[in-house]
């Protein structure tokens, strides 16, 4: 089994910065890529970033140049550092765990991202 813990949330202004992380435990050899979803109220939840073991990132397009996602192998912890945020960026993030072939491993019980003035 694979436990994750996230933290980092809270309220920020726009264009502040937050930086979420997330720790992974257990199963840790099964775990190929990590994941930052998100999920606003009355929408969809959706991929903001992923990374991979090998440092292979992808973004959502609404989040490219503004955030960076980051892995450290050794602490099995992955972050997000969020720049400019803005208001829409307001939801829950939850940390996901992937295998090889992409397929849900675990995930978070999420972090609420507030951004307001």
């Known amino acids: 089994q694979l436990q994750l813990v996230e933290s980092g949330g809270g309220l920020v202004q726009p264009g502040g910065s937050l930086r979420l992380s997330c720790a992974a435990s257990g199963s840790i050899s099964l775990i190929y890529a990590m994941a930052w979803y998100r999920q606003a109220p009355g929408k969809q939840r959706e991929l903001v970033a992923r990374?991979?073991?090998?440092?292979?990132?992808d973004y959502a397009d609404s989040v490219k140049g503004r955030f960076t996602i980051s892995r450290d192998n050794a602490q099995n912890t992955v972050y997000l550092q969020m720049n400019s945020l803005k208001p829409e960026d307001t939801a829950v993030y939850y940390c996901y765990t992937l295998n090889r072939a992409y397929l849900l491993l675990s995930w978070g019980q999420g972090t609420q991202v507030t951004v307001s003035s």
């Open positions: 990374i991979t073991t090998s440092g292979t990132t």
